[in-house]
């Protein structure tokens, strides 16, 4: 007895010590931060060349298809989710497990027998077992229920990865989409950047020359200020342009992963409308959006997900068999056989299972009508922005038309003034503002047309078209992923057969490329 209690209070102490080690949170401290921050610093764009002199626009979309990190995020949980299906699917083996235990004692295990009749022992104390023992064993069990559901998990887990995938045609979808309107506004940035520079500086001392001319007496004041005020809302309107652009420079950087600093230019696009004709005739637009969109297909797959989830819940309400075979071994010196191999079957049936069904049929039966009223919301959704991207196309379409009638009328004034100032019969302060309406009508020129792309480019999001496999983005190095993005980009109108386009206003005489 004493030294059962000498046990117990050998194992309290040992609980109570365990019990008092707790655990604070213990935050991060300034180094650790710092070294935290630097190393993703270090490594954020570390992994890919550097651009070359000029990157045109097949070259942004292979690098931002290539480095940007939200592309590489979904790529990753694509990754994640297909390990999840290997688990999944090895989660369909029996079990193979190997025990080995260890026992003692300080004093033999023996007993004797006491007669039921006389109620007196009959043998003397004996025991069969050692103190201390070994004991192992070997054994194959395979749970007939639990494969069925492993089975099912399985099916669900492979459905999860497609759910993975989908989303990242829909991350690429967008890159695509913003890489191309940034590039072309990008572009008009860099064309332009340094003569709104230039012109804001003669705009600026025209402006001081006005106030001159008024503080002289030599024009009427009404005269001055109505010129002055002319001038600062063309200079407002260019530093408002200006900023806008600038802007759209840090925004394709960022989506190519390249640091906002980098000095890097870009070259001129010509032609590249010519491949750009999406040939899906108008009764087809919404079947074809609502077969390839992802947020469609990703709500199927849940269904789908949902749907197995009913199958399980019913194999959970079967009996589950488990049938066991395996070898066993003991180095208890008294056994007879202390090797031998066993088997057996047990069957058990979780009988609360079957009391609980009705609420889990009911929960699967809420989920699926809720994912089929989201799959209704989403059809809604898809077919509003196929018919509400159209729209823009075309609205698009018709502010470029106007953009270039514009600039191509302001050219010509501006061509008269500099005639006429030559000869000293228009003033320097009309010429700058001429040549100030000008450059804003080149300025808006350029926007109409990033507007124009970046609408054909949500008319392609809004099918769910792809230009091109997703796994070429894995495959490929730089040089061949644009290359391939070149040649997938410039074939996408050939897509749908023979189909008519979609209703477009005539394009402007002038050409679509950016140039002066």
């Known amino acids: 007895m004493r030294r059962v209690v000498c046990a117990l209070l050998g194992a309290t102490a040992l609980a109570a010590t365990v019990a008092g080690c707790t655990l604070k949170p213990e935050p991060l401290g300034q180094a650790e931060l710092g070294a935290y921050a630097a190393d993703k610093l270090r490594r954020v764009g570390s992994d890919q060349p550097l651009p070359g002199p000029r990157i045109d626009l097949y070259e942004a979309f292979a690098r931002a298809l290539k480095y940007n990190l939200d592309q590489r995020v979904e ?14 699917n090895s989660s369909m083996l029996p079990n193979f497990v190997a025990n080995s235990a260890y026992a003692g004692r300080d004093s033999y295990a023996a007993s004797s027998s006491i007669s039921v009749l006389t109620q007196r022992q009959s043998l003397e104390p004996s025991y069969s077992q050692d103190k201390n023992y ?11 229920l639990d494969f069925g559901l492993s089975y099912i998990r399985a099916r669900q887990a492979a459905d999860t990865v497609l759910i993975a995938e989908e989303n990242r045609r829909r991350v690429v979808s967008r890159i695509i989409e913003d890489v191309r309107t940034a590039y072309w506004r990008a572009l008009s940035s860099e064309r332009l950047a340094s003569r709104l520079r230039q012109l804001e500086g003669r705009a600026q001392a025209a402006i ?31 530093q408002r342009v200006e900023t806008d652009l600038l802007v759209a420079r840090s925004q394709l950087a960022a989506l190519m992963n390249l640091p906002p600093d980098l000095p890097f230019r870009l070259a001129e696009m010509e032609g590249v409308e010519a491949g750009l004709k999406l040939g899906v005739a108008d009764p087809d637009l919404v079947r074809v959006a609502l077969e390839n969109r992802s947020e469609l297909r990703e709500v ?29 071994a003991d180095s208890n010196r008294l056994l007879y056989n202390s090797n031998w191999v066993g ?11 079957v009391f609980k069904y009705p609420a889990r049929q009911g929960l699967i039966d809420a989920q699926d009508a809720l994912l089929d009223k989201r ?13 509400v991207s159209r729209v823009r196309h075309m609205l698009a379409m018709k502010e470029f038309q106007t953009a270039a009638d514009f600039r191509r009328v302001q050219r010509r004034i501006v061509g008269q003034m500099r005639s006429s100032a030559a000869v000293e019969s228009a003033s320097e302060q009309t010429l700058i503002r001429e040549e100030m309406n000008t450059l804003i009508a080149e300025v808006k020129y350029d926007l109409a047309h990033a507007a124009v792309q970046n609408a054909r480019a949500n008319v392609y999001a809004s ?5 091109f496999p997703l796994a070429m983005i894995d495959g490929s190095d730089l040089p061949q992923l644009k290359q391939a993005v070149q040649q997938s980009w410039l074939g996408i109108g050939a897509v ?5 386009p979609i209703p477009r206003v005539p394009s402007s005489p002038a050409p679509l490329a950016l140039r002066h």
């Not at 790529?75 to 999944?88: D, G, P």
């Not at 749908?496 to 008519?500: K, L, N, R, T, V």
């Open 75 to 88: 790529i990753m949980q694509t990754a994640v989710r297909a390990q999840e299906l290997s688990f999944a």
């Open 134 to 144: 070994v004991f192992s064993d070997l054994s194959l069990s395979w749970n007939i």
């Open 208 to 238: 001081g020359n006005a106030r001159q001319l008024y503080k002289d007496r030599q024009t009427s004041p009404i005269t001055a200020l109505t010129y002055e005020r002319e001038l600062i809302e063309i200079k407002r309107e260019i």
């Open 300 to 328: 199927a797959y849940r269904q789908r997900i949902n749907g197995r989830e009913a199958t399980a819940a019913l194999l959970e309400l079967l009996p589950g068999m488990n049938l066991i075979v395996g070898g066993n």
């Open 343 to 353: 088997w057996g079957a047990r069957a058990s049936w979780n009988l609360m299972n």
């Open 375 to 387: 799959a209704l919301a989403v059809t809604m959704a898809v077919m509003t922005q196929v018919h």
């Open 463 to 467: 099918l769910g078209l792809d230009t």
């Open 496 to 500: 749908f057969a023979e189909a008519p």
